[in-house]
């Protein structure tokens, strides 16, 4: 991945650089990883490709081209990924506008239209793709840009030898949500709901390596509760994943009414999602530090009717529709690939571990305690359609019981760390520190009011006690602040400061003097 590091403030211990490139290298043997940090100049951005070393960096390469404008010599086809091939400029540059707004207006022409018309025409030869065999000509089909299972279209060309698929090439660019490039005008905080959408099927699944991220950089650690919570929800949003994926799959082999009865089953998990949470597919629930708010009374009483409907749907799925003859002769053998072809080319989760690889991280690297859960990692050996589809059930198996043990053992205490950087504290908390800030606030105007009755003091004490500025004694005394006085019996002079004896005695005969030191005495006496 690329970074542009030209108004980074804190580079204690790092190279100069305007530009980084981060190679991520992870060893599934030795459950270690290397991370490669390359400095490079704004006046040479250039780098050699590694393409010949590890196939899926093509796809990383093109995107670091396409987000920073970094060049990889030798790549075998560094153009445009995500963005059109028309595109000007590299949106991931900190200078780059954010906004639309930031943009000229926008304006189509017709021969602006011409030109991104032939600009979207694939040419096979770009790719290294022959027209025709030797005894063939090829055909090549354009599939899409269409909606193909979740949220943002999906492009695909075809090289058909008759009715058979020779070859493809996907274009990913029309999925692109610019989730990066949004956060640069984010909090911490105001960036969990974009969290959520990365993958719009995982709701919180999202949100957890993004506030555990952050809490790893502040050094927060989080009550054993919140480690329980967030596991328990996370394992609900992948059965509803994986549900989805259930029903469309039999149905995109042919079976219609399965599709119906997966998507009732998620309604069932989105009852227990939103009476926690308050939504469903977005929740934007966890927090940096915990979650938004504890468990609601009666939670898991919801839980467990889940868990009771659950596992025998999944058994009668697995029994009318995936031992199916036709389904398997359908899905049996196509789309096969091993271990050693899903590791080039950057296969993951259920992908790769219907290849029969052991590597799941919440057992090789247990993260948010999945480390006080018993399950099991589901594994297969064929590495087909058939495969993948028989793990993400089998995952489904292991969540439900991996979220039994968070509601018989949800440890108790609060649902958020108590530490400055995250949530508020609680309210009573909260009013005790006002309080204590109330008596510091109200001991430094004591002492402010003592320092300007000692000024004054010194002042009035280097005067002529006979005259004031040139006024009467008794003129002075009426002007000076908070001073007053009246004749008879209530008579009263409340002082704010000492006056001096000359001045006193020209006050009205039988006057009676009452001092005050500070204006506060003066307002409780009522005479202010």
């Not at 530090?289 to 749907?313: C, S």
């Amino acid at each position: 991945h690329g970074m542009d590091e030209r108004l980074r403030t804190h580079r204690q211990g790092l190279p100069a650089a305007d530009f980084s490139v981060f190679y991520h290298l992870i060893s599934i043997d030795r459950n270690t990883d290397i991370m490669l940090k390359v400095a490079l100049s704004e006046n040479d951005m250039h780098l050699p490709t590694i393409t010949k070393l590890f196939p899926n960096a093509n796809w990383y390469e093109r995107e670091v081209w396409d987000m920073y404008g970094i060049t990889f010599n030798g790549h075998p086809h560094l153009t445009r990924m995500l963005m059109p091939p028309t595109w000007q400029g590299h949106p991931l540059r900190t200078d780059y506008p954010a906004r639309a707004t930031e943009f000229d207006p926008y304006s189509l022409s017709a021969a602006k239209q011409d030109l991104e018309q032939e600009a979207l025409r694939f040419k096979p030869e770009d790719w290294g793709m022959k027209r025709h065999g030797e005894n063939e000509d090829y055909m090549f089909l354009n599939l899409g840009p269409n909606h193909p299972s979740a949220h943002g279209a999906f492009r695909i060309i075809l090289q058909l030898d008759g009715e058979e698929i020779i070859d493809c090439v996907p274009e990913i660019g029309y999925h692109h949500r610019g989730a990066e490039k949004m956060a640069e005008r984010q909090s911490w905080h105001s960036f969990i709901p974009y969290t959520d959408r990365i993958d719009y099927l995982g709701g919180v699944m999202n949100n957890l390596p993004y506030v555990l991220a952050v809490e790893k950089l502040a050094g927060i650690k989080v009550p054993a509760r919140v480690d329980f919570i967030r596991v328990m929800m996370a394992e609900f949003f992948r059965i509803t994943s994986h549900l989805l994926f259930l029903g469309t799959y039999i149905q995109d082999v042919g079976a219609m009414t399965p599709v119906f009865f997966t998507f009732t089953d998620r309604q069932r998990a989105y009852k227990v999602v939103e009476a926690i949470t308050g939504f469903r597919l977005h929740p934007a629930w966890y927090r940096i530090g915990g979650v938004a708010h504890d468990l609601p009374r009666g939670w898991d009483k919801l839980v467990r009717e889940f868990l009771d409907w659950m596992p025998k749907r999944l058994d009668e799925y697995e029994t009318a529709a995936l031992k199916n003859s036709i389904l398997r002769g359908r899905t049996i053998g196509v789309a096969q690939y091993n271990t050693k072809e899903a590791l080039e080319w950057g296969t993951t989760g259920a992908g790769l571990r219907a290849t029969g690889c052991d590597f799941d991280l919440r057992k090789a690297r247990p993260y948010s305690g999945y480390e006080n859960f018993e399950f099991e990692v589901p594994l297969a050996s064929n590495g087909d359609a058939y495969d993948r589809c028989m793990v993400r059930v089998e995952e489904m198996r292991q969540s439900i019981k991996i979220i039994d043990q968070c509601m018989r053992n949800m440890p108790e205490g609060p649902y958020k760390a108590d530490h400055p950087l995250t949530t508020p504290p609680p309210k009573e908390r909260t009013l005790q520190h006002q309080d204590e800030q109330r008596r510091v606030i109200e001991a430094k105007l004591q002492t402010e009011e003592a320092a300007a009755l000692e000024r004054r003091r010194a002042r009035q004490a280097s005067k002529d006690s006979s005259s004031h500025d040139g006024v009467s004694a008794q003129d002075a005394l009426k002007r000076m602040p908070y001073v007053h006085y009246t004749q008879g019996e209530s008579a009263s002079i409340p002082g704010y400061v000492p006056c001096t004896q000359a001045m006193l005695s020209d006050a009205p005969a039988g006057a009676q003097v009452n001092a005050y030191t500070t204006l506060g005495e003066a307002m409780q006496a009522g005479v202010w």
